[in-house]
């Protein structure tokens, strides 16, 4: 469920999508079901809006890329050397 937020401050010289509202999603502890050099598709239930920043922390020590971004998610790709149990927590501004 979506939670209104009422008030936004942009910072100068910030490029942002929107000047009355914040669209945050947060998925933490997402599994990388095919492992490390593979990609993983994360979805979100809402619809993203057409421009959005996407932070993924690895928990592990391992590089991300995100690819193919489009309104239902997004690709996360890690890269490095893991041992096994590999998850990534995932934060979208917008």
């Known amino acids: 469920m ?5 008030s936004t401050h942009v910072l100068d010289g ?10 945050v999603g947060v998925q933490a502890g997402v599994v990388s079901t095919t492992g490390v ?3 993983t598709a994360v979805t979100f239930a809402e ?22 971004k489009t309104s239902t998610g997004f690709n996360v790709t ?8 590999i998850t990534f927590d995932v934060l979208v501004l917008a």
């Open 78 to 85: 890690l890269q490095g050397t893991a041992a096994g149990g």
């Open 47 to 68: 619809p993203l809006p057409a421009t959005y920043a996407v932070f993924v922390t690895p928990n592990q020590n391992l590089t991300a890329f995100v690819t193919a």
């Open 2 to 6: 979506a939670i209104d937020k009422h």
């Open 37 to 39: 050099n593979q990609v």
């Open 14 to 23: 910030t490029t942002s999508t929107f000047t009355d509202r914040t669209i």
